[in-house]
């Protein structure tokens, strides 16, 4: 089933002076469950096209549906809403909240969320407890190394169970051993809660385990192949 | 709530030392304006409490005329009627009948125009305290033919206790008032202006002198309860004839004071107002440096899912958390200081206190310590905290998460 669809969507910057086309006619579908990779130079619309999805941009045209719901239509504080229920994130520089523990960064959604306390206390333990890191519950941001950052913010878009996670270059700041266990385990949860994963990435070892490979060049799809 | 509020208090503290300088500016600021207005509202406080119980009371009865021409021809009639109604009435505490004259006070060689002011010895005494005022001599009686002048007066005339004064005057329809006195006390009133030119003299001995049998300049009455004031004035409208005669309100009576501590109140407001802008604009700093600094994490948050009215109304907390807490610390500080000057006024001494006695004022600074100010000094701050916090906030409503959050802006 697809839970996402993009119909011939374009972003341009600058339109006025000097238009730059980020992205360029992308039509593509994804389905439930997928572990997708989008891949390509630097500047080939990688991030542009994560966030037109995700709805954090609106397309130039064209149009994006999740789950058969047009989002590009939707207003600022709807698409907030949306992205709050459907989408998870996992940014490459982490971006944990510093003044919170590893416990309340991967609690912080289900509050906005409302969730009944004891019911965040488990799902955060059970997470933490996946991503091998229930020992640094209590620990700040600045407390833990990259890898253990980047198991947080991943514990923290998975917390509610989204439809999908977004994950912008999210080995890009670790070392082998860090990207490798990251990928395991988000595998892992891609497996057992069928979580659809879509990456941007330019990172090999990310492109070896994704079971499809979207290639972009210059704003348009040039490859798409599943393994 | 309570994540909240804990997620500010650490949000607070992220940079020590510009918390802790932003705390110290709002609890200096809020320091100064609550002693600066605590001194200037008591003394405004001083000021009408020594006017109404010295002086005017609450309300005075009066013949219609006198109070813009104070002669003895506008004199009052005073019946036992009226004095029957003051003394069976439970909320005056105190009654005061006077008669009022000008006379030329003469001693020798030396002559000086005074007030010559008839009173009930033991009523004044209630009224002002005037034994305690007595520096030589003896305090005299309700049937003395005696009088009592201030220290200024008795030096001007080089008169002494139980040297005779010649006062010479008008009386009631024309007549002419002329009466030998012996000097009973002479007194140190506070206020320059008793001390120079007042000649207090038994009520009956007034009367006589001034051929006011039966009659008095007017009665000034102090009431147990301010808040009784406007009920009081109507109750005795009812019980004069208010063709001849007036109850007159403490506040028609000390009109210019009254004017001058409106107008002293409104410089006083704007000097508070401007050592609050001050503090204001260090404390838009902080928390426009609050916003800017974490403008990714506030992309970061709205990016997942927060909305941002919850990060407009989590910084506000922050802001607001900050102020209170510099404003109970500020008041923590202060009540004691405030209390303690309350109990023991400053007293002004040397040419100061000279000063405060030309002005016809008692040199002593007295602090208000009605709450009313206090929690004002809170308002004003948790106001300013909040009005620090617009522009920081439009900011945070015109974010562009994406252009932060990949480092565009």
């Known amino acids: ?227 | 709530m309570k994540s909240r509020i804990i997620l500010a208090w650490r949000n607070i503290w992220r940079n020590r030392k510009r918390t802790y300088i932003t705390l110290a500016s709002i609890i200096f600021a809020v320091i100064i304006a609550t002693f600066m207005r605590g001194l200037q509202l008591g003394s405004y406080d001083k000021m009408l409490y020594d006017a109404i119980r010295s002086s005017t009371g609450h309300l005075a009865l009066m013949e219609k005329a006198f109070w813009d021409d104070k002669t003895m021809d506008n004199s009052m009639e005073f019946t036992s009627e009226l004095e029957q109604a003051l003394d069976q009435d439970p909320d005056i505490e105190l009654w005061v009948p006077e008669i009022l004259g000008g006379a030329l006070a003469s001693v020798g060689n030396n002559t000086r125009g005074v007030v010559v002011q008839g009173v009930d010895p033991q009523k004044k005494d209630a009224q002002i305290k005037f034994k305690e005022k007595l520096i030589e001599g003896r305090y005299f009686q309700p049937d003395d033919q005696s009088v009592m002048i201030g220290k200024d007066l008795a030096s001007f005339l080089k008169v002494e206790v139980g040297d005779t004064l010649v006062l010479l005057g008008q009386g009631y329809m024309g007549m002419t008032a002329a009466g030998i006195f012996p000097v009973a006390g002479i007194f140190d009133h506070p206020m320059a202006q008793f001390n120079r030119r007042f000649v207090f003299m038994p009520l009956a001995a007034a009367q006589y002198l001034f051929f006011m049998e039966d009659r008095l300049s007017s009665v000034n009455l102090v009431l147990n309860n301010a808040a009784d004031v406007e009920k009081k004035e109507t109750l005795y409208q009812s019980k004069i004839d208010t063709t001849i005669m007036e109850v007159r309100h403490w506040e028609s009576m000390n009109r210019d004071m009254l004017q001058s501590i409106e107008s002293d109140n409104f410089f006083g407001k704007i000097m508070i107002g401007i050592l609050y802008m001050v503090i204001g604009f260090g404390l838009f700093g902080t928390i426009l440096m609050m916003t800017m600094e974490r403008k990714r994490e506030f992309s970061i948050m709205m990016a997942i899912g927060m909305q941002d009215y919850k990060l407009v109304s989590q910084v506000i907390l922050e802001s607001v958390l900050i102020a209170a807490m510099g404003a109970v610390i500020g008041l923590m500080v202060s009540f004691p200081v405030v209390y303690f000057y309350s109990l023991n006024p400053i007293l002004i001494t040397g040419e100061s206190a000279q000063l405060y006695r030309d002005l016809n004022m008692e040199p002593v600074l007295a602090i208000s310590t009605k709450p009313g100010y206090m929690i004002a000094q809170f308002i004003i701050v948790f106001i300013i905290s909040i009005v620090a916090s617009i522009f920081p906030l439009y900011n945070i409503l015109t974010f562009n998460i994406v252009d932060i959050i990949r480092g565009r802006q």
């Open chain 1, 1 to 227: 089933m697809s839970i996402i669809k993009t119909l011939d969507i374009t972003k341009v910057y600058n339109p006025d002076t000097v238009p730059v086309h980020a992205v360029d006619g992308i039509t593509l579908s994804i389905q439930e469950g997928e572990f997708t990779a989008i891949i390509g130079p630097s500047g080939c619309g990688k991030t542009t096209l994560l966030n037109l999805i995700g709805g954090l941009e609106r397309p130039t045209t064209g149009s994006v549906e999740i789950n058969g719901e047009i989002i590009s239509s939707k207003s600022k504080r709807q698409l907030t809403n949306f992205r709050l229920h459907n989408i998870g994130f996992i940014f490459q520089a982490y971006n944990l909240i510093p003044v919170m523990s590893a416990y309340e960064n991967t609690a912080f959604i289900m509050e906005l969320l409302g969730w009944p306390r004891e019911e965040i206390k488990a799902r955060v333990m059970e997470l933490l407890e996946a991503m091998d890191i229930a020992d640094k519950a209590h620990q700040r941001p600045n407390q833990l190394s990259g890898g253990q950052q980047q198991r947080v913010a991943v514990a923290r878009a998975l917390s509610t169970r989204p439809k999908f996670i977004l994950a912008d270059e999210p080995t890009a700041n670790l070392d082998s051993h860090a990207t490798g266990s990251l990928l395991d385990m988000m595998l892992q949860m891609n497996e057992r809660e069928k979580t659809t994963f879509i990456f941007s990435t330019h990172d090999n070892r990310v492109m070896r385990r994704a079971r499809r490979l979207i290639k972009l060049e210059d704003g348009k799809v040039v490859d798409d192949a599943w393994k």
